[in-house]
Nanobody, 118 residues
């Protein structure tokens, strides 16, 4: 089992920045890929970004590439989503997730609300 706990959500003005954190515990994470997803009201959950815990390779959705950065701190077993140039359409509940392989993510955090005001 892997436990994931998000923090750092809140209210930010359009154009501003916010950093989300996801603290992971329970297993050695070297074989995991860690991701961020979001779900806006009335919409399906969508992929935002992911990073491999061992090699650090990253993937971003088109909607956030160039504005958001995913990173990790191995010593703290924590990974982050730095949100810059925030837009109102970034408003959503953000979830962190983890998987060892395949398409589906196996473990999920509880979510943290991000609201971007115009």
């Amino acid at each position: 089992q892997v436990q994931l706990v998000e923090s750092g959500g809140g209210l930010v003005q359009a154009g501003g920045s916010l950093r989300l954190s996801c603290a992971a515990s329970g297993r050695t994470l070297s074989s995991y890929r860690m991701g961020w997803f979001r779900q806006a009201p009335g919409k399906e959950r969508e992929f935002v970004a992911s990073i491999s815990w061992s090699g650090g390779t990253t993937v971003y959705s088109v909607s956030v590439k160039g504005r958001f950065t995913i990173s990790k701190d191995n010593a703290k077993n924590t990974y982050y989503l730095q949100m810059n140039s925030a837009k109102p359409e970034d408003t959503a509940v953000y979830y962190c997730a983890a998987k060892t392989g395949g398409y589906e993510y196996d473990y999920w955090g509880q979510g943290t609300q991000v609201t971007v005001s115009s």
